[in-house]
């Protein structure tokens, strides 16, 4: 097996050791080489996980002291259609897979507190969602040791922002946000129900 196979293989088992079996696989498409695995509800997790793999097969162009490796991750509620995937509900597949491409697309990378708005101006990922951003954080609902794959690899979630969340990280930048986020209780559980935390 060769060191990308053997990286696939530690994320998959890392996967199902912290949020589930592995249910299917959206499958990457050649440009990318990023596949997004889903795991199936549990009682400990009652919801679907989607996690990247093949982000980390190449290092990031990072600074100094920040690690070159990370894969992504969303948590869906479990009466998500993800198996019937449309307009109105492909939009967190195709953001996870969009962003893992990214910063190898573009000489750049991902970290924690990293704001991406959906174009300028933003506008919504879906006809049936206010979300038109994304925020890159910690996992908040996972051991410690979740938030780390194979001793080298971050793992980090994507949050999804209201149009007023992002322009209060622009305006007043990542400690504003936290914030509002805890006074909301936001999470990377996404519900797409949630109104802005600002």
């Known amino acids: 097996m060769d060191e990308v196979g053997a990286v696939h293989e530690a994320i998959e088992r890392h996967v199902e050791e912290h949020f589930g079996p592995i249910e299917f696989v959206f ?17 400990d997790r009652p919801h679907r996980t989607l996690v990247t793999q093949g982000m980390s097969d190449e290092p990031m162009t990072v600074p100094d002291g920040v690690s070159p490796f990370a894969e992504l991750m969303m948590a869906l509620p479990k009466e998500w259609p993800i198996e019937d995937l449309n307009a109105h509900n492909s939009w967190p597949v195709h953001l996870i897979k969009y962003l893992a491409a990214f910063p190898h697309e573009n000489g750049t990378w991902l970290g924690e507190w990293h704001l991406l708005p959906n174009g300028a101006p933003a506008v919504p990922y879906a006809p049936n969602t206010e979300f038109a951003g994304m925020v890159i954080t910690p996992m908040l609902n996972v051991r410690a040791e979740a938030r780390e794959i194979d001793g080298k690899i971050n793992l980090l979630a994507v949050v999804p922002l209201h149009p007023a969340e992002i322009q209060l990280k622009i305006d007043k930048g990542s400690g504003a946000l936290i914030e509002a986020f805890d006074r909301a209780g936001v999470s990377e559980l996404v519900d797409p129900r949630r109104p802005s935390s600002v």
Request: no cysteine; charged share 5%.
């Open 27 to 43: 499958h990457a498409v050649p440009s990318t080489g990023v596949h997004v695995l889903v795991t199936e509800p549990t009682q």
